[in-house]
């Protein structure tokens, strides 16, 4: 039975009724898919709290956030396959189910090591979420209303981020740091309720699945970003970094070799020639390299010099939340309304690079200044993001949607990993570098009075912001006029580096508009809409 937008209209369904049926998909895809991005960046606000309770080290503490994105992006190509063989719906169901089972799960965890492997379990329950979402929208709204459809969808999952921080942040007001996760798992059940309401759809002949082009491609992102999350901490030169980063890219090279031999490939890299595809793919690849960068920096930022709250931080990111909310509806009405996907993704992505390049070079000293400079971000990448999308799913085949939307969400993570290893890797050199004169300050004025606590408090101050922080809150009250020293000191080496980090990461995205703005095609759509006339069978 077809389940396409021809059929229902072949079969007198009322429009009001195909209506009902293509805003409930939406929704009901949106809302699982702002539960996999929210996952993403909650536990960064909940983190020392949860450190605590478990008894997390440094090295630990990262991977309870990293294993989730690590092994999401690791699955997604293969996950997306999956749902285009045995069905979009039934791989949601069991995606909710994985992603709702770890997340309760990691309510009785006694240690981190548990904890850690919960995240792995929900990051292989999101990976099988994630492109159902925008795959089903793809196929299941007809073509005239897709490019608003792939909006909303994109304007969600770009602003779930920010979400994340604000649940998070209200449920640590009131509750413990399990509540997150309670949240999660009962979050997790709703939503699977809601999807045994919508239909299904898969590709017609899916031929025999690529188990080699899978194992390779795995093993390939999984280098990349075990590499790219692990950099800040060890060191680009540090063997196991060099080993998975060139070892992934030498793997990917691979990958691309295999499935251009393969009559059933994983990926038709082919689709990479198609330009609009490889575009959107850049561009998305790019918004978040700005936005997760930029989110890492500032979090910390609002945080440790601001003195803001968990919840006080995320409000202040809202800005965010508004323009690509927003700027998603009118950028993707533009590039197809008017043909002009070049001018909406250079001018998008050059309009963020504006936005992170004044980060870097105003200095914010109080919110308002910083308040502005993030609406013109998010400016830039509300008008981008659904346009990528959209390319992306439009020079798709519609029997292999579930791929076209894994290259979508793939990017993503690879451009988030990029953007927090760049942004961390310069905001610790550069702290390190200038942070010296107040090390020997605090030991030498600590000294006299404990020797021990000398030394713990100068390798605390050295160590981080957030440790000069902690140190400046232990300090007698006698010892106020050190403790200024020692925050003015850790502020300075802190916000140099962090302006500096966002100067790259400005200049990397004026590139990209450059070249994009080149590259792109003024097409969205392909002219002769060959990727969006099969359609697909109900499950």
């Not at 390779?216 to 970094?241: C, H, K, M, N, Y």
């Not at 990017?411 to 570098?433: F, H, K, Q, T």
Request: a negative charge.
């Amino acid at each position: 039975m077809r389940v396409g937008a021809r059929s229902l209209r072949d079969r007198g369904t009322p429009p009001s009724s195909e209506s009902f049926r293509t805003g409930w998909l939406i929704l009901v895809s949106c809302l699982a898919v702002s539960l996999v991005v929210a996952a993403m960046a909650a536990l960064n606000t909940a983190l020392p709290d949860i450190a605590k309770s478990v008894g997390a080290d440094t090295g630990e503490m990262t991977w309870i956030i990293d294993g989730y994105t690590l092994v999401l992006a690791a699955l997604l190509l293969p996950a997306g396959a999956i749902g285009d063989r045995l069905g979009r719906k039934p791989v949601l169901i069991a995606g909710l189910i994985v992603f709702g089972v770890a997340s309760l799960a990691a309510v009785w965890v006694d240690t981190s090591l548990q904890l850690i492997i919960t995240r792995f379990v929900a990051g292989a329950g999101a990976a099988l979420i994630m492109p159902s979402t925008l795959s089903l929208i793809s196929a299941g709204v007809p073509r005239e209303r897709r490019p608003l459809a792939i909006s909303i969808w994109a304007g969600v999952a770009g602003a779930g981020a920010i979400m994340g921080f604000f649940v998070t942040g209200v449920l640590l007001e009131f509750f413990s740091w399990h509540s997150v996760f309670v949240t999660f798992a009962a979050s997790s059940a709703a939503t699977l309720i809601l999807v045994l309401t919508i239909g299904n759809s898969k590709d017609a002949a899916p031929g025999s699945f690529d188990v080699i082009g899978s194992a390779t491609s795995v093993i390939a992102i999984a280098a990349v970003v075990f590499g790219l999350l692990e950099a800040p901490q060890r060191g680009w030169t540090d063997p196991l970094i060099l080993v998975c980063l060139i070892g992934g890219v030498v793997l990917v090279a691979v990958f691309i070799l295999v499935e251009k031999h393969r009559t059933s490939p994983l990926l038709d890299v082919r689709l990479f020639t198609n330009r609009a595809f490889s575009a959107g793919s850049l561009s998305v690849a790019l918004q978040f390299l700005a936005s997760f960068g930029v989110f890492y920096l500032l979090l910390l930022q609002l945080q440790l010099v601001y003195g803001y709250s968990a919840l006080t931080s995320a409000l202040a990111l809202f800005p965010m939340v508004v323009g690509v909310g927003v700027f998603a509806m009118i950028g993707n009405w533009v590039a197809v309304r008017f043909h002009s996907l070049r001018i909406v993704l250079g001018a998008g992505i050059a309009i963020a690079a504006a936005g992170v390049l004044a980060i870097g070079i105003v200095d914010a000293d109080v919110y308002w200044k910083l308040g502005i400079m993030l609406g013109v971000c998010a400016v830039g990448i509300g008008l981008a993001t659904a346009p990528s999308t959209t390319a992306i799913m439009s020079n798709t085949p519609l029997d292999n949607q579930g791929i076209g939307s894994a290259v979508n969400d793939t990017a993503r993570e690879l451009g988030a990993a990029i953007g927090i290893a760049l942004a961390g890797s310069i905001l610790a050199a550069g702290y390190a570098d200038r942070i010296g004169p107040t090390v020997d300050v605090t030991r030498d004025q600590l000294t006299a009075v404990d020797p021990s606590l000398a030394d713990r408090a100068a390798d605390a101050v050295s160590s981080s912001l957030a440790g000069a922080v902690e140190v400046v809150d232990a300090l007698p009250a006698d010892a106020a006029p050190l403790g200024e020293q020692i925050t003015a000191g850790a502020h300075a080496a802190f916000l140099e580096p962090l302006q500096s980090a966002c100067l790259v990461l400005g200049s990397i995205l004026m590139a990209g508009a450059l070249f994009l703005a080149w590259y792109s095609p003024r097409e969205v759509i392909p002219a002769d809409g060959k990727p969006d006339d099969p359609e697909p069978t109900a499950g």
